[in-house]
């Protein structure tokens, strides 16, 4: 991992193997092109959508499809009004249909589910949030900087703690996909990913800037370990999972197969695998607490309604979590804003709440407006599709374009704007996809300050 002082030029050199890595379980797709966020963090602004347009929900999804992803599958809620679709293939060898209800690896969506863990640990009394780190894991964040590093600040991506994904998989620093496979059936703890972040240079100093880490929800599975003496995927599941009601998510442990019907998932590594490589079969301990989970597109729908109408954390709590500090590109314009787990991001209709996450060949979009009434899920089993030019720079690809417009017609319906091919939308996302090295990068990204914690409500 490169430090955050003057080491841009090399960071843009290996951005098509190392910006794949950096951040596995982060977000799902670029920033080029993106339309900048609106300047507001009301939870409660009004959405302007007007019903769900089934047909044209369909279309948009079709859409994305015919730009070139193999399969996808997405869930919309407006109220008591629900929408399922698929569409694609979910097998391109046997040439397999997709289905609306299909399991699928959801990545960094997983961090939503562990934040609000330790929220509720936070409410019960077991956590304080500003309380440093080294109280709970002096072995794994020890002296100054555990005693520096708050639980706030692993939440919200503010420790200066780097990520551990390039470490974990070590041939993506030389552009080569190999430690993809080879680790393939490999069980590691927690701790030694853990340690593979902490033990590198820290970008800055805690509470001075953001760049996100899945190092950081490595450590709070491990803090949650340690204040109720059990599994921290055991106390997700019994907490949160089982309390939302869910029935088809859930961690895999280390089995590395999917239960359920599912989609084959397809890793193309920015060109360098042609044809795309099949990776739905994993062991996902190389995830853990930071992005493990398997769910459907219907459940997180269900979660984040539940989470955001109060349903699982009481308000003070919510309030914390909705507490945000701004996520900026090179230019300094607002991405989006990260709270406690989840992140604030606008639209043509007004702000939306929610996580997107991406493992290797999945990658996952979650979001909702403030009051849990409108939302949008949906699964993507094609990454690493976006080319770069000679300069390291992101290429725009049709996917890109058409799953944001499927975006701004889930959640806007129809105030969606209308299409221009002159100037595509392209989602704003959480920087260092796997999916391709088309966000400004975590290294770039820690040198701009962070701005002092926004409160939304």
């Known amino acids: ?70 399969g996808a599958y997405a869930s919309v809620r407006d109220g008591r009004a629900r929408w399922t679709g698929a569409t694609g293939l979910a097998d391109v060898d046997t040439g397999r249909r997709t289905a609306p209800d299909m399991r699928h690896r959801v990545g960094s969506v997983t961090k939503s589910f562990t934040a609000v863990a330790v929220l509720q640990q936070s409410a019960a009394g077991r956590i304080r949030l500003d309380s440093p780190v080294g109280d709970h894991v002096p072995e794994l964040v020890p002296g100054e900087r555990g005693r520096k590093i708050t639980v706030r600040m692993l939440l919200n991506h503010t420790s200066g703690i780097a990520d551990y994904i390039a470490e974990a998989f070590p041939s993506v620093k030389q552009g080569s996909p190999s430690s993809l496979e080879e680790f393939r059936h490999r069980t590691i703890s927690p701790a030694t990913l853990a340690g593979y972040g902490v033990n590198l240079p820290q970008l800055f100093e805690p509470g001075t800037s953001w760049s996100y880490s899945n190092t950081n929800y490595i450590l709070l599975g491990e803090v949650l370990r340690k204040v109720t003496g059990q599994d921290p995927e055991r106390v997700i599941t019994r907490d949160v999972i089982r309390r939302a009601g869910l029935r088809d998510t859930w961690f895999p442990g280390t089995d590395p197969r999917i239960r359920g019907p599912h989609s084959r998932m397809y890793e193309g590594f920015g060109g360098v695998l042609t044809p795309p490589r099949d990776f739905s079969e994993y062991n996902m301990t190389m995830a853990g607490t930071a992005g493990a989970l398997i769910s459907t597109t219907q459940d997180l729908n269900t979660f984040y309604r539940t989470l955001l109408q109060g349903g699982l954390l009481p308000a003070a709590q919510l309030r914390e979590m909705r507490t945000t500090v701004p996520y900026r590109d090179e230019n300094g314009t607002v991405l989006l804003r990260y709270g406690l787990g989840i992140y604030s991001l606008d639209t043509p209709c007004g702000p939306v709440w929610g996580h997107d996450g991406g493992v ?87 040198t701009r300050p962070a701005a002092s914690g926004q409160r939304a409500e």
């Open 1 to 70: 991992m490169l430090s955050h002082h003057g080491r841009r030029g090399r960071l843009r050199a290996t951005t098509a193997a190392t910006g794949i890595a950096l951040a596995l379980l982060a977000g799902t797709a670029g920033t080029a092109a993106a339309v900048p966020a609106a300047g507001t963090d009301d939870p409660a602004a009004v959405s302007r959508h007007t019903g769900l347009d089934r047909r044209a929900l369909a279309q948009r999804l079709d859409a994305v499809h015919g730009a070139g992803m193999y």
């Open 360 to 446: 290797f060949g999945a990658t996952t979009t979650a979001m909702s407006t403030a009051d849990g009434e409108r939302q949008y899920a949906a699964g993507f089993n094609l990454t690493g599709y976006q080319r770069t030019d000679p300069d390291g720079n992101p290429v725009p690809h049709p996917v890109d374009a058409a799953q944001a417009a499927l975006f701004d017609q889930a959640l806007c319906g129809g105030t969606a704007p209308t299409a221009r091919t002159d100037a595509p939308r392209v989602l704003p996302r959480l920087p260092d996809a796997l999916t391709a090295p088309t966000a400004p990068t975590a290294t770039d990204a820690a």
